[in-house]
């Protein structure tokens, strides 16, 4: 009885290997079913989703004209610290002083993506971009300044 | 604490596994006491990814405390998000909409069944098994592009806000999630095919790891851990939050007690996940996904608890609120940390090779262990 249980077993076992095998032996035969993203060969044509949290910036007009008014809500709502908003005072045509941004600094290296910054905003001044590859050989790279040099804020916009 | 190098009084050898081992995810360090080839003791060292999240909590708001939560248990981030949003959502009786709720608990089940399929196949790779990584990873990718679409990411997804969630779903959420689910039950099959009924695999998971009932209560274990000893511990039937009350799902049990016991426990509870969201997907309540809240967010005096349901078992959070702002402590109850209790009880008296077959099915995710 011993000898037939252990045959029985012998068989079951192999049985059960080439049940597994024949699994690995279909997907050897079927290509298509292969999918592998040729990574950086494609890189002209990969697209990331329209709603990828990749890295915040600020979107300037024709006009060289942004949104942001330098209310701080953003970097109130940050929980890291990634946000440091400069403001400046600015006279504008009838007199008046008015506050304005000088330089909305972004650390990129502190960033977690949460989208709180852009949920915060009041005037939809950020935005989050659909950037990945943000390695670089210094990380005072990663610090920047989303608003372009001479930048003036959009009319109408409080 | 043992000396983590040499030989004990007795004789018996030390080594170490980890905190870089390959066979380890992340980094876990365990001090082995070893006759011959019997294990004596383990003796799990942590601390290595420790990051004071409880800490750190207590100076965030209660929007902001949420994002820490995702890196935690980075496999089921989704889910721990929920947990923190349902605990204010409790504590200011913040009423959620039903569409937020339906696109939550969609969203909370395929993150699980990405948390298991990534389980599934990291554990066979440690069995020395690697195509199935290959094979679960491939469907992974799939729920991680619906994600990327709805989420904005694809593991720490920060998509869940208290009063409801940030955007709403991807216009191709349905079809995408559609197309996944008519594939993915198919591919669970392949996977019973694949791995399950292997003679090597069945010898080296049957009769490995013990836990008896008894003990994986006395472990404080949760999630399929324990319901592979046979206990009904699933917070979605016992505890039910959001709309799992009304959605009919069975829980698994297996009374096996054994590594295959869990392993069972995980490939059937992916089929359960499915079909709850096959519920759902057609009947997506419309309305608002965001209930509207204030803008600084302030929880009444107490003391608040909330438990979920994670890929890996309950997740707690606890929290004393002053009335501002802030939490005055918070406390994070992780299931990995009382399945990894249970460890040192199921390797006793075994051999080192199967060490990594039960490390295997109890989940492991190292930072949510150490927070």
């Given at each position: 009885m011993f000898i037939v249980n252990y045959i029985k077993e012998v068989f079951g076992a192999l049985k059960s290997l080439a049940v597994g095998l024949r699994r690995t032996m279909f997907y050897f035969t079927h290509h298509k079913e292969i999918i592998t993203e040729q990574y950086p060969d494609n890189r002209a044509t990969l697209k990331m989703s329209d709603r990828f949290k990749g890295e915040v910036v600020m979107p300037h007009d024709e006009k060289n004209e942004h949104r942001c008014t330098g209310c701080t809500a953003c970097e109130v709502a940050c929980p890291n610290g990634t946000i440091k908003i400069i403001t400046k005072f600015e006279v504008n045509a009838e007199g008046k002083k008015k506050k304005a941004i000088d330089k909305f600094v972004y650390h990129l290296e502190l960033c977690t993506m949460c989208n709180l910054c852009i949920t915060a905003c009041p005037s939809d001044a950020i935005k989050m971009a659909?950037?990945?590859?943000?390695?670089?050989?210094?990380?005072?790279?990663?610090?920047?300044?989303l608003n372009k040099p001479d930048s003036k804020i959009m009319e109408g916009v409080e | 604490m043992v000396e983590e190098i040499g030989t004990t009084a007795d004789g018996d050898l030390i080594i170490n596994v980890g905190p870089q081992h390959p066979a380890t995810h992340g980094v876990l360090h365990l001090v082995i006491t070893l006759n011959g080839e019997t294990i004596k003791k383990v003796e799990p060292h942590l601390g290595?990814?420790?990051?004071s999240i409880e800490k750190m909590c207590e100076s965030l708001s209660y929007r902001q405390f949420i994002y820490v939560t995702s890196r935690m248990d980075y496999l089921s981030s989704h889910i721990n998000n929920h947990g923190c949003a349902l605990l204010v959502e409790k504590a200011m009786q913040i009423e959620v909409p039903a569409r937020a709720q339906a696109i939550r608990v969609l969203l909370d089940e395929l993150t699980r069944i990405a948390s298991h399929e990534l389980w599934w196949g990291a554990m066979a790779m440690d069995l020395g098994a690697f195509t199935p990584f290959f094979h679960a990873f491939r469907e992974r990718e799939m729920i991680n592009e619906i994600m990327e679409d709805t989420c904005g990411a694809r593991l720490t997804m920060n998509y869940i806000l208290p009063g409801g969630v940030l955007e709403d779903i991807h216009p191709d959420f349905v079809k995408k999630t559609k197309e996944f689910i008519a594939l993915f039950k198919r591919k669970v099959d392949e996977y019973f095919e694949l791995l399950t009924g292997n003679i090597i695999f069945q010898n080296r998971m049957k009769g490995v790891g013990i836990l008896s009932a008894e003990d994986a209560i006395s472990f404080g274990c949760s999630g399929p851990t324990l319901r592979g000893s046979g206990i009904s511990c699933d917070v979605r039937k016992h505890y039910p939050y959001e709309i799992y009350s009304q959605l009919q799902f069975e829980e698994v049990l297996e009374t096996g007690c054994d590594s295959l016991a869990r392993y069972l426990v995980r490939l059937r509870e992916m089929k359960q996940s499915i079909h709850i969201i096959e519920q759902l997907i057609d009947n997506i309540p419309e309305g608002d996904f965001q209930a509207k809240t204030k803008a600084v967010l302030k929880l009444p005096k107490g003391e608040f608890y909330q438990r979920v349901e994670t890929a890996r078992g309950e997740f707690g959070i606890y929290v004393v609120s002053e009335g501002g702002t802030t939490p005055y402590r918070i406390k994070f109850r992780s299931p990995g940390f009382s399945n990894l209790s249970a460890l040192d009880h199921m390797a006793r008296g075994s051999k080192i090779g199967d060490l990594v077959a039960m490390m295997g099915t109890l989940d492991l995710v190292i930072p949510d262990i150490d927070r």
């Open positions: 659909q950037t990945f590859e943000h390695s670089v050989f210094d990380r005072s790279h990663l610090t920047k300044v | 290595y990814i420790h990051r």
